[in-house]
């Protein structure tokens, strides 16, 4: 029982179970949407259990694909893997379970789930490779985030609404920004180790300012978000806060100093998607 706490222990830790804040509220958002506000238990608990087995498989499957790399960089050498914690077979095995039960809930839900669900996959793993190949990497884990609104859409509703692409869009762009940010520090390693991302391709202060950009688009995204779903004045105040929210994140960084992207990375990014969605609740609950 030791050794199995300890292994189920560290598996929590390699897949950061913590950071599920970040696409979850952005994919109840989408749910609250199309179920007019109200939406019913059972679809409820078989997104939730979507969700957790899609993160799982897609964390599991960069840290197997990654283990290498890992190893080789002092800023991750002692993930699971490396550190001799957890063997690739353990991971590559766990990575196909939580696959599986994402499968599983996504046949509970509706047909088209159940299609679509193989391609969902393929862009959570696929994201662990563009690194080797493209600078625009951070757009492939922004998207892998982003497809969470747009599938939880569809798991209510059984059909996709061309409205929630957009709040696919803005997250893509909101996942983006930041993973240029937190990409800043592995600058160097990156440089020496042949792998692509935007820091190494143009230097870190033209990376931060592709991030303020990518932001201002998602904000100018949600602003069209609003219009499309007529929001009222809470939802509007929840767009608001985002924008006051992102520019505290920015403040806290910048391209000298790299001492709280921590604090910038993981605590302001699920204070933000939460944000957003209890206003967009309050205005469902509220009209």
Request: net charge positive; aromatic share 12%.
């Amino acid at each position: 029982m030791p050794s199995l706490w300890a292994r189920t222990r560290t598996t929590l830790e390699m897949i950061k179970w913590e950071h599920s804040i970040f696409a979850l509220p952005f994919a109840l958002t989408a749910v609250l949407l199309a179920a007019n506000g109200r939406p019913e238990w059972r679809t409820l608990v078989w997104i939730l259990v979507a969700m957790v087995g899609a993160r799982s498989s897609a964390m599991a499957f960069n840290r197997w694909a990654d283990a290498e790399l890992d190893a080789a960089n002092p800023r991750t050498m002692n993930r699971a893997i490396p550190a001799g914690l957890l063997t690739r077979q353990f991971v590559l095995g766990f990575t196909m379970l939580m696959a599986a039960v994402f499968v599983l809930a996504a046949a509970e839900l509706n047909r088209l789930a159940l299609v679509l669900s193989p391609l969902v996959l393929m862009v959570l793993w696929g994201y662990s490779y563009l690194k080797r190949v493209t600078r625009w990497s951070h757009l492939g884990l922004g998207l892998a985030l982003g497809l969470a609104p747009s599938a939880a859409w569809i798991a209510v509703r059984g059909s996709l609404d061309a409205r929630i692409l957009v709040l696919t869009a803005a997250v893509t762009l909101w996942a983006g920004g930041f993973d240029v940010l937190y990409a800043c520090q592995d600058y160097e390693h990156d440089r020496a180790a042949g792998l692509h991302s935007l820091p190494q391709a143009v230097g870190i202060p033209t990376a931060f300012w592709a991030a303020r950009a990518m932001h201002l688009l998602m904000l100018g995204l949600l602003v069209w978000f609003g219009e499309l779903f007529h929001f009222q004045r809470i939802g509007w105040a929840g767009i608001a806060a985002v924008g006051l929210l992102l520019a505290y994140e920015h403040s806290l960084v910048s391209p000298c100093d790299l001492r709280r992207l921590n604090a910038a990375f993981f605590t302001m990014n699920g204070v933000i998607a939460t944000v957003f969605m209890g206003f967009v609740a309050a205005d469902l609950w509220l009209k």
